[in-house]
């Protein structure tokens, strides 16, 4: 990726895996739905009594352990209500870029887990396993990523030049150059996928993406980006940042519409569509506190701010956030909903 987006690893009160609690909480919603698909759509040859899973963008815990832990209770009920098959060995694949905290990521493997598991480092624009090898993959809040930003949206002089940091939408012609390369990236993923997985394999999508006709900038979400955009300008302003570098800081990230998200699902042709769900629950939505909201963006966002303009720039960033955030708050509670969902693919 042109800009470096990783989360914050490690196990401290800074670190994602100590505020991925509203992601996590969409898995825990979601596992009824995901135990139904799995009981009915799954089709797969289980004879050499191995199942292989696989998480696409795992991060360092602990939702991956969960998420993981849901696929393998359902598949275990399924084949033992079906067939009476017990004793199925498991395979666990942990996929992220190669910056990724795989290092917290196994130290704090579940002592008590039923699977082997094993890290695999890449791009998952790409395939990262074996042809075929594959029996059900998930894909949790990973979504929403670009490989690249456009060029033209980074250059100043262009006139497509994006003031923004992110795709807030308030430039129909900056959102149409991002969704162009969403479009090339879920159109590689989904290639990827479909090759790795067996024939009647699944592939379960959890995330959020923008509600149709709704603006990135009218949610909780995209104000926040916002406001760490406008803190990152005033340090510009203040000398402590270089402006030039900040003209050209974009985060690779496009929340899609539903529509568009399921019209390049639909577009692939790999996959049948088993489910498309909202999941709605008591954590969907990020609650009016200024302190988890700036701490959310700043586990999320904070990696690719040091990784560009250092550590001490991102920290006076997010003490500028926090401000902005508590001043901003009525405009906050104002914000239109995400959608949360799931997704259920079946292998063509």
């Known amino acids: 990726m042109s800009t470096s ?66 696929l393998l209770d359902a598949v275990e009920n399924k084949y033992k209500k079906e067939s009476n098959i017990e004793g199925i060995e498991f395979q666990v694949f942990f996929n992220d870029s190669s910056n990724n905290d795989f290092n917290t990521l196994f130290k704090t493997l579940p002592p008590a887990r039923r699977y082997f598991a094993a890290g695999v480092p890449g791009s998952f624009f790409g395939r990262v396993l074996p042809i075929n090898s594959l029996h059900l993959g998930v894909s949790a809040y990973s979504l929403h990523f670009v490989s690249k930003i456009p060029k033209e949206i980074k250059d100043r002089d262009s006139p497509v030049w994006n003031k923004d940091i992110h795709c807030s939408g308030s430039s129909k012609e900056v959102a149409k150059l991002y969704l162009d390369q969403y479009k090339i990236d879920v159109g590689s993923f989904l290639n990827a996928r479909a090759q790795e997985l067996v024939s009647g394999g699944l592939l379960l999508l959890l995330g959020s993406c923008r509600p149709n006709g709704v603006q990135m900038f009218e949610t909780v ?85 040091a990784s560009l303009f250092g550590q001490d720039a991102m920290e006076k960033t997010y003490e500028l956030v926090k401000e902005k955030t508590q001043e901003m708050l009525p405009q906050i509670a104002k914000a239109k909903p995400g959608m949360q969902y799931l997704i259920v693919l079946r292998r063509n």
């Open 221 to 305: 979400e995209g104000m926040m980006i916002d406001f760490i955009g406008a803190s990152l300008n005033e340090i510009a302003n203040q000398g402590l940042i270089d402006q030039q570098k900040l003209d050209t800081f974009k985060l690779p990230i496009y929340a899609p519409q539903a529509d568009e998200l399921k019209q390049i699902i639909e577009d692939n042709g790999c996959f049948t569509v088993e489910v498309f769900e909202k999941i709605s629950h008591a954590m969907g939505e990020f609650p009016l506190d200024p302190e988890f909201l700036t701490v959310s963006f700043k586990v999320t966002v904070g990696g690719s701010v």
């Open 5 to 70: 987006f990783t989360m914050i690893g490690g196990e401290g009160p800074n670190s994602y895996r100590d505020h991925s609690k509203y992601q996590g909480a969409l898995v825990v919603a979601s596992k009824e739905k995901i135990n139904e698909a799995i009981s009915t759509k799954l089709d797969i040859d289980i004879t050499s009594n191995l199942v292989n899973i696989a998480d696409f963008g795992c991060s360092s815990g602990p939702n991956t352990f969960t998420a993981v832990q849901t």
